[in-house]
């Protein structure tokens, strides 16, 4: 067998790749502005009742939400045991990058959720209330360090869309992400029709996991051009020159 991927190569310095990638830090910059925009104009609240009441799927949000979460795990992880026991390198390298790139994207919501603690739309409220969509100040709702794990920004939408881009740019694929978008597209729609998120939260969570999913899977698609060698290699009875090594 040969040196697959796993998905813990070079985590740190991917760890420390993420945090100072530039389209990171203006994915980061872009998902503050446009939730102080939505969030202080209510625009978020306007928003809610359009998805949320008007276009309003429960069923659909309760079912994506179990997809959201399992999902990036159960594909990603096939796809590395698969790639691993058939020493299928290209796909363990996608499998293993779309795992590290979930898991650094997890990592990260968690601590801004717990960091900006913004109210849920239903702030703990009851579903079947009828009056649940009459609190546009909860659109406005921020509770720093106090109020658990909180809506912001969106993990579901975070985690898929992460885990959709390792995949396609690991892979170098354009049907990896002909399935894998629409299908992280569907979770960030659920968390809105099935009223679980704000607008800002689903859009910072997809632009977050956009940018660290982009950069985990060209790090992992790197690695081919890492392993290769070049010089000299005997041809018979003369000499050439070649590359050789992991494909």
Known sequence: MTDVATPFDRLGAHVLEVASDPWVIAALAA???ETAALSESHADHDLRLVFGRDLGAPGFGDAMVIV???APVI???VAWVFGWSMDDTPLARAGSAA??????TVALTGLLKVATGRAYPLNGGDPADSA???????????HP???GIGAWPSGHAAGMFSAAAALTFASGSPWVGAVSFPAAGAVACAML???RHWTSDVLAGTLLGLAIG???GLAFAEQRAQKLTWGPTPLGSGAGFGAWGRF
Request: hydrophobic share 35%.
């Open 193 to 195: 029709v099935g009223d």
């Open 99 to 104: 795992l590290q790139a979930a898991g650094i």
């Open 31 to 33: 998902s503050a502005g």
């Open 145 to 147: 360090f106090h109020n």
């Open 75 to 77: 594909v990603s992880g």
């Open 214 to 216: 982009r950069n985990v």
């Open 132 to 142: 649940r969509y009459k609190h546009p100040d909860y659109a406005s709702e921020w």
């Open 68 to 70: 959201g979460w399992t």
